[in-house]
């Protein structure tokens, strides 16, 4: 007789992503990984124990996996005001005050996904506008990019800023004429005074803000709430269908506590933390990086990669541009490492055998990154490396080509372009030059070249739900003539979310198809997808997740 499945999906309509066996009805899965794909014939495989869940005609795929997140800090999110979809000052003071009422005993009130326009397009966001909305207690509005925080008066008074204060070199407390902070701080080393007084003491954005762990250490309380906030966020990735993440910021701390949750049974994701290398890092810090490789080896748990940073964002005119910004003749952005210190960097983690993935949103910080990468391959010898280039919110026609020659994998974030609805378009002449918008948010463009596409969000910068950024794909719009049509198929937008999120974490041959012999990471579906219009697309749910083998998520 032969050996029953434990679990057993029938009635599904599965895209498997598997060249050879394409569609499936039924996929048994045995332990940690699937046991068989095909259709009716497959119910032999059950017996009185084997766990079945109707698919009901709904689509089943592997497993999400969102190929840029920040985990801690989107867990620490999860309980705070979003402003994703607050527009004018009076609704941003009914929501604040309805917060403030909500959460009285903060040291901070602090909300989060604030628009750079979301008083109005020609009404400054400063700590005046904040001082009209909450004059009575610290208040801060962290940006929808993670690149920005405004603060009132009394937040900067309470971070001791208010006069300015010390930042790192693409860091900027903007001053006014007055002698005082406007509000405005820019990039991590300038927010870092403020998200101090957050819930979590910015422990949740440590890994992103410096790449290293508390000072002084987290107190045993301060773990426990800490873990407590990552397991609603591990909770929030299985309840979406989302069973894998590589995380976009990193350090020791953060990897301790993922590591406790795994052994209390509350890893219900898979999650690659990377060592993140900071510009005021020496190169020792390395070290680090291969100690978390070493170290945490887990199907669950595992690193192998570093993080850095190139430059900021567009919003801000942070990020690193070949040519001045057209309505900041005097600025090209911000540049996070010299050329000659990031070659350096990189050279060395490419020659310890570790992954690079690096922040890159201008398209200086794509052309400087892709040198840099060249310079590593001509000092080391070409590999298997697959580092990656994260965001490429624009690419000159040069560079294009350089990702598929250097064997570069595009990490990108559908709903980060503005053609996607989410965010407004930037004006005729404002950020962008016409000629870099042709090439912005270029998934078309780049998979037509050749270059391996891995899909994510950038979590907490908008939502994580996969559904949301897979109907960004498919009907990505062209806000005007400027814009090329860049959307992509459902398999194409499938894929990247899942094989070639997979190869990006050199784990091809155990997830992102459903297979036999591949980890039972896999995400039953509520709707046809390949029935639906972008309504039903973006109202589709996970209604089951399996991670492991194991049932995370249990909706019917």
């Given at each position: 007789?032969?050996?029953?499945?434990?679990?057993?999906?029938?009635?599904?309509?599965?895209?498997?992503?598997?060249?050879?066996?394409?569609?499936?009805?039924?996929?048994?899965?045995?332990?940690?990984?699937?046991?068989?794909?095909?259709?009716?014939?497959?119910?032999?495989?059950?017996?009185?124990?084997?766990?079945?869940?109707?698919?009901?005609?709904g689509?089943?795929?592997?497993?999400?996996?969102?190929?840029?997140?920040?985990l801690?800090?989107?867990?620490?999110?999860?309980?705070?005001?979003?402003?994703?979809?607050?527009?004018?000052?009076?609704?941003?003071?009914?929501?604040?005050?309805?917060?403030?009422?909500?959460?009285?005993?903060?040291?901070?009130?602090?909300?989060?996904?604030?628009?750079?326009?979301?008083?109005?397009?020609?009404?400054?966001?400063?700590?005046?506008?904040?001082?009209?909305?909450?004059?009575?207690?610290?208040?801060?509005?962290?940006?929808?990019?993670?690149?920005?925080?405004?603060?009132?008066t009394?937040?900067?008074?309470?971070?001791?800023?208010?006069?300015?204060?010390?930042?790192?070199?693409?860091?900027?407390?903007?001053?006014?004429?007055?002698?005082?902070?406007?509000?405005?701080?820019?990039?991590?080393?300038?927010?870092?005074?403020?998200?101090?007084?957050?819930?979590?003491?910015?422990?949740?954005?440590?890994?992103?803000?410096?790449?290293?762990?508390?000072?002084?250490?987290?107190?045993?309380?301060?773990?426990?709430?800490?873990?407590?906030?990552?397991?609603?966020?591990?909770?929030?990735?299985?309840?979406?269908?989302?069973?894998?993440?590589?995380?976009?910021?990193?350090?020791?701390?953060?990897?301790?506590?993922?590591?406790?949750?795994?052994?209390?049974?509350?890893?219900?994701?898979?999650?690659?933390?990377?060592?993140?290398?900071?510009?005021?890092?020496?190169?020792?810090?390395?070290?680090?990086?291969?100690?978390?490789?070493e170290?945490?080896?887990?199907?669950?748990?595992?690193?192998?990669?570093?993080?850095?940073?190139?430059?900021?964002?567009?919003?801000?005119?942070?990020?690193?541009?070949?040519?001045?910004?057209?309505?900041?003749?005097?600025t090209?952005?911000?540049?996070?490492?010299?050329?000659?210190?990031?070659?350096?960097?990189?050279?060395?983690?490419?020659?310890?055998?570790?992954?690079?993935?690096?922040?890159?949103?201008?398209?200086?910080?794509?052309?400087?990154?892709?040198?840099?990468?060249?310079?590593?391959?001509?000092?080391?010898?070409?590999?298997?490396?697959?580092?990656?280039?994260?965001?490429?919110?624009?690419?000159?026609?040069?560079?294009?080509?350089?990702?598929?020659?250097?064997?570069?994998?595009?990490?990108?974030?559908?709903?980060?372009?503005?053609a996607?609805?989410?965010?407004p378009?930037?004006?005729?002449?404002?950020?962008?030059?016409?000629?870099?918008?042709?090439n912005?948010?270029?998934?078309?463009?780049?998979?037509?070249?050749?270059?391996?596409?891995?899909?994510?969000?950038?979590?907490?910068?908008?939502?994580?739900?996969?559904?949301?950024s897979?109907?960004?794909a498919?009907?990505?719009?062209?806000?005007?003539?400027?814009?090329?049509?860049?959307?992509?198929?459902?398999?194409?937008?499938?894929?990247?979310?899942?094989?070639?999120?997979?190869?990006?974490?050199?784990?091809?041959?155990?997830?992102?198809?459903?297979?036999?012999?591949?980890?039972a990471?896999?995400?039953?579906?509520?709707?046809?997808?390949?029935?639906?219009?972008?309504?039903?697309?973006?109202?589709?749910?996970?209604?089951?997740?399996?991670?492991?083998?194991?049932?995370?998520?249990?909706?019917?």
């Amino acid at each position: 007789m032969s050996e029953s499945a434990d679990i057993m999906i029938i009635n599904a309509r599965a895209l498997t992503m598997d060249p050879a066996r394409p569609h499936a009805s039924v996929i048994a899965v045995k332990g940690r990984h699937i046991m068989a794909v095909g259709d009716d014939e497959l119910t032999t495989l059950k017996d009185g124990q084997t766990q079945i869940i109707d698919a009901g005609g709904g689509t089943v795929v592997p497993g999400f996996i969102d190929s840029h997140v920040h985990l801690f800090g989107g867990s620490g999110e999860l309980d705070c005001l979003n402003l994703a979809h607050t527009t004018g000052e009076a609704a941003l003071t009914a929501a604040v005050r309805a917060e403030s009422l909500r959460k009285p005993d903060d040291a901070l009130l602090y909300a989060v996904c604030g628009n750079y326009t979301m008083l109005g397009p020609d009404k400054t966001l400063d700590r005046h506008a904040l001082d009209r909305v909450m004059p009575d207690r610290p208040f801060a509005i962290m940006a929808a990019d993670h690149h920005t925080v405004w603060a009132n008066t009394k937040a900067l008074e309470m971070a001791g800023i208010l006069y300015g204060g010390p930042t790192g070199p693409d860091g900027e407390i903007v001053m006014g004429a007055d002698g005082k902070a406007t509000g405005a701080l820019l990039e991590t080393s300038a927010f870092a005074h403020v998200v101090r007084f957050t819930e979590l003491g910015g422990r949740d954005f440590l890994g992103y803000i410096t790449g290293d762990d508390p000072i002084p250490p987290a107190t045993p309380e301060e773990r426990e709430r800490d873990k407590a906030a990552l397991r609603l966020g591990l909770q929030h990735c299985a309840r979406l269908g989302v069973t894998s993440v590589h995380n976009m910021d990193g350090n020791l701390y953060q990897m301790a506590l993922l590591a406790e949750l795994e052994q209390e049974g509350d890893l219900l994701c898979r999650v690659q933390v990377p060592c993140h290398l900071r510009n005021t890092h020496p190169l020792s810090k390395l070290d680090e990086a291969l100690y978390m490789r070493e170290t945490y080896t887990s199907s669950m748990l595992y690193s192998g990669r570093v993080k850095m940073f190139m430059d900021g964002v567009m919003d801000s005119y942070t990020a690193l541009m070949v040519e001045p910004y057209p309505d900041r003749p005097d600025t090209r952005g911000v540049e996070v490492f010299t050329a000659e210190a990031f070659n350096e960097a990189v050279i060395k983690a490419d020659s310890l055998g570790l992954q690079i993935s690096v922040h890159c949103c201008g398209d200086g910080a794509v052309r400087r990154t892709l040198d840099a990468y060249e310079a590593a391959q001509k000092a080391n010898g070409r590999r298997d490396s697959r580092h990656r280039i994260e965001h490429v919110e624009t690419v000159t026609d040069a560079d294009i080509p350089r990702f598929a020659d250097l064997g570069v994998i595009a990490s990108m974030q559908p709903l980060h372009s503005p053609a996607a609805g989410l965010f407004p378009p930037m004006p005729k002449g404002v950020i962008y030059h016409d000629h870099q918008v042709r090439n912005a948010f270029a998934w078309r463009t780049l998979r037509t070249a050749g270059v391996s596409l891995a899909f994510g969000t950038d979590w907490p910068i908008v939502p994580l739900e996969p559904m949301l950024s897979v109907a960004a794909a498919l009907y990505v719009g062209q806000p005007d003539e400027r814009w090329l049509d860049q959307q992509q198929t459902l398999a194409e937008t499938l894929e990247s979310y899942t094989t070639v999120a997979a190869y990006t974490e050199f784990a091809e041959d155990q997830k992102g198809q459903l297979k036999p012999g591949m980890l039972a990471d896999l995400a039953v579906l509520s709707s046809n997808l390949e029935a639906l219009d972008r309504d039903g697309i973006e109202q589709t749910q996970a209604i089951a997740t399996l991670c492991d083998g194991r049932l995370t998520y249990d909706g019917r």
